[in-house]
């Protein structure tokens, strides 16, 4: 099983290269930030979140579903994912940051996905 905290996911990737070809400017894991988005763009205001589906219990995803075995192990530690990513991003909205969370799963449409994020840009500063 791939560790939670892993940086550089391929979802992430695949969001930053579509970000570096939209021609913006963005910085990666922000530590000094609540929850150290993944990709931070200041010129906007916006931190983004890629989540992985099954790691942040993307609700109603297939691949958010929880293991059969060992429940008692998975519930608590994936809810405690949960609630630190709640956590998190209402610290950074409270700090004034737009936080744009995107899944995995969004990650394999890419046009989807850019429309996406072309308009998040649009309505930040
Ligand atoms: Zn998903």
Excluded at 70 to 93: F, G, I, T
Excluded at 98 to 116: D, F, G, M
Aim: hydrophobic letters at 35%.
């Amino acid at each position: 099983m791939r560790s939670i905290r892993k940086k550089d996911t391929r979802p992430e990737l695949t969001v930053r290269r579509l970000l570096h070809a939209m021609g913006t400017r963005f910085r990666l894991h922000r530590a000094d930030l609540p929850g150290t988005p993944d990709i931070v763009l200041p010129r906007h205001g916006m931190a983004i979140q890629v989540h992985g589906c099954f790691w942040h219990q993307h609700p109603g995803c297939p691949l958010a579903k929880r293991p059969r075995s060992r429940p008692e192990y998975w519930h608590p530690k994936l809810a405690r994912n949960v609630e630190r990513d709640m956590q998190s991003r209402k610290a950074l909205c409270k700090a004034g940051w737009r936080v744009l969370v995107i899944w995995e799963c969004q990650t394999s449409h890419l046009e989807r996905l850019e429309r996406r994020l072309t308009r998040a840009l649009a309505r930040s500063r």
